[in-house]
């Protein structure tokens, strides 16, 4: 009974589509959906394709997805080699098997049954998938959305297959992600020998008061979906040139804060500009914005979702925004409601990454009836 969606996963494995390529993954899915019905639009931009899938007409929904995958790491901890999908004791290994060729196959093989039962369903199926998830995205999702948003296209129900359960299939849906914002700031003082600190000005020293207070600053107080926004300091180095013997002329630190929308960007850099002018440090600091933050109000696929995981799985999933970004974020001006749910995410990203095979049959059925309750 596994056969179809392991196979289709495991023909998605067995390609290296490291981020930004595809290397065929999508030619794989397209022509399948070609024998489905389903008209097809490439939108292929420098090193990344993407393509716009549908079929039918009215109430929509449209399964968000990509076939990227990061790299494989250090290949000596690896059990299996990563782009040779192995099956080990009811478990598929591979990288993407979980993020997220598993759910691809688990979208397109659900798809394929519910159109061999229901040919005539009243209503429109979609598919939206890239190349360029993993990486910078800029010809991805956010370039193909940008397409639609120009054309007037409307979408109903957005279900986006990113791995959101934690424990066990179907604990965690999620409705909505926080933003991202990084910042690269230099604080400036004055080079010296550490045995003469009168002639220098230690920016390590200088700055400490300042490091302290931003890594306990307090933006917001969160509300019911999101936790309260929170910022990290990632890396702290004062130069490669500088030996134990010298003070440093310049420090250079790098952090991140994820955002709600209770908050803009704006107001992040204006509340750590006004640090900076309180503490008196000589500094230039360059933004970076990665992510918007985007809420879905839980509506009518989120309930039927809801419904079909507690009946596939006898759980009820809890509703979460946490974790990093995705490409729902992209499609919050087109789409009604967004929903994202796909496979445990315990093992993305890394070595040995994998899948319980039964998990992924289970996955493909909740998609199913989805489309099942929602069509008919």
């Avoid at 449209?62 to 478990?91: C, E, M, Q, R, Y």
Wanted: glycine share 8%.
């Amino acid at each position: 009974m596994y056969t179809k969606v392991l196979n289709l996963a495991q023909q998605l494995i067995n390609i290296p589509s490291i981020s930004p390529m595809d290397c065929g993954c999508q030619e794989i899915l397209i022509q399948r959906l070609q024998s489905c019905g389903f008209f097809i639009e490439k939108m292929n931009f420098n090193d990344t394709n993407n393509f716009w899938a549908w079929r039918g007409f009215g109430k929509s929904i449209t399964f968000l997805g990509h076939t990227d995958v990061v790299p494989a790491g250090n290949l000596l901890n690896w059990k299996t080699p990563p782009f040779v999908s192995t099956v080990k004791n009811g478990i598929l290994f591979g990288r993407g098997a979980v993020d997220m060729k598993g759910s691809i196959a688990a979208m397109l093989i659900a798809v394929e049954n519910f159109l061999k039962k229901n040919p005539n369903y009243n209503g429109r199926i979609s598919f939206l998938v890239t190349s360029d998830e993993e990486s910078t995205g800029k010809n991805g999702i956010k370039r193909v959305a940008s397409i639609l948003k120009k054309r007037n296209e409307r979408i109903n129900y957005c279900l986006v297959g990113e791995p959101t359960s934690e424990k066990v299939l179907g604990d965690c849906i999620k409705n909505g992600r926080r933003g991202s914002l990084s910042a690269e700031l230099k604080i400036y003082g004055k080079q010296g020998h550490v045995a003469y600190p009168e002639l220098a000005h230690n920016p390590i020293h200088l700055s400490a008061l300042f490091l302290l207070e931003l890594s306990t600053l307090s933006f917001d107080k969160g509300n019911d979906f999101f936790e309260p926004t929170k910022l990290q300091i990632s890396k702290i180095f004062s130069g490669k040139n500088y030996t134990t013997n010298m003070i440093p002329g310049e420090l250079n630190v790098f952090f991140n804060i994820r955002f709600s929308p209770l908050i803009t960007e704006q107001v992040i850099i204006n509340t750590i500009n006004e640090l900076l002018v309180k503490h008196s440090l000589q500094h230039s600091i360059s933004w970076k914005f990665y992510a918007r933050p985007f809420l879905s109000i839980p509506n009518h696929l989120c309930h039927i979702l809801t419904t079909s995981i507690y009946n596939t799985t006898n759980i009820t999933p809890v509703i979460k925004t946490n974790g990093g970004t995705s490409d729902g974020r992209f499609l919050f001006d087109l789409s009604d409601e967004i929903v994202e749910f796909g496979l445990l995410g315990s093992t993305i990203h890394q070595v040995n990454e994998c899948v319980n095979i039964l998990d992924l049959f289970k996955l493909q059925n909740i998609y199913y009836n989805v489309l099942n309750t929602l069509f008919l």
